[in-house]
């Protein structure tokens, strides 16, 4: 390889590459996201992941972080009318806190029990909550697991 | 059994002891559990700590010195190649669609899955729990993502971690899901079970004897391993 003329390509494109990653960064310097992981049905584990989601609105600013909590499993059960933890669910929702439910667990404790399942208002679905999780950490949402 | 100095238990993480003394530790973590304790939780230390002062390098640690001259320019090669894809990329890649994430209920496939999708798709899952219920929905989920994947007919490497308690999934006699494993083993070709050393260590040294499933692989340490693949863009889930 002949270093001689390659070298300052390469230094240019590294250049370049930094300004485009420097620039994106740049972009949303100040918001954060954050995804938050609820898989337990236990009912103080909902509780604290709301908890978590509402503090942190609290300390940095309802405007500086984007946070959306995801259920799957056992975990669904947050947001039924099932567990007393989803009472807290539509109010948060309008303070733009996101709540997403597996659509597969759904599906299939529905298909276990023959009824089907309600979710509470200001729920959105997702087709399933673990590739929910996994899109998100690609667009650089941190990941928390209470 | 004396016990391995310290000072020689680094040297010899690093490489850089004489041929006796190699063989003397070597001898003393094949009669000792303890002694392969420490070795690991040498390493799992030094690895943290390279990761904490290199971070964000892929991977330094694997260049030899000798290497170091061409390394630095296959880095400076990978880090161009690399920049001209990011580029092509915002140059091609059309805005995403704003009403795809309302519509997600309606819609039968993830975004992540969406064909044109680039890079192979690489997950942790960790399990360091012995709950029975946390087991079961681990293999769910990891099935589900590996089914989904190959649906998609988009490229996956997953792996799946245990370490503490999470162990005893991946353990003959202990695991209530073994049969299971072996499944989603020979069905997909991208899963790795991989049982943390430094557990297997401790448990060895209270003197329990670990038998592993066929299946199962074993890493130095679950923790610098979980943290090490994360720094290289990997996504994580706990269960």
Known sequence: ?146 | MKSIPDQQLDAFVDDQLSQTDRANILDAMESSGDARNKVAETRRLKDLLRLAYQNQRPNPAQFRFKYRKFASHAIAAACGALSMLVLLEVMYTPPPDPQLHQQAGAASESNLLAAGSRQPEQVLFHLSSDDQRAAQLLLDQVELVASQYARANRELRLIVVTNNLGLRLFQVGQSQQAERIGQLYRKYDNIVFAACGTTIGKQAAAGEKVELLPEVIVIDSGVAELTRRQQNGWKYIRI
């Open chain 1, 1 to 146: 390889m002949n270093t001689k003329i390659v070298k300052p390509i390469l230094g240019q494109i590294m250049i370049l590459m930094l300004l485009l990653t420097g620039s994106s960064a740049f972009a949303d310097e100040d918001v954060h996201k954050l995804v938050i992981q609820v898989s337990t049905d236990d009912v103080r584990t909902q509780n604290i992941a709301m908890n978590n989601a509402v503090n942190l609105q609290k300390a940095l600013g309802q405007d500086n972080i984007i946070i959306e909590i995801v259920a799957y499993g056992p975990g669904l059960s947050m947001m039924t009318p099932k567990s007393p933890a989803s009472k807290r669910i539509p109010s948060l929702a309008m303070q733009d806190i996101t709540f997403s439910a597996c659509g597969n667990t759904k599906a299939k404790m529905e298909a276990k029990s023959g009824k089907k399942i309600e979710l509470v208002e200001g729920v959105q679905m997702v087709p399933a909550g673990v590739l929910r999780i996994m899109e998100l950490q690609e667009q650089g949402y941190a990941y928390v697991r209470p």
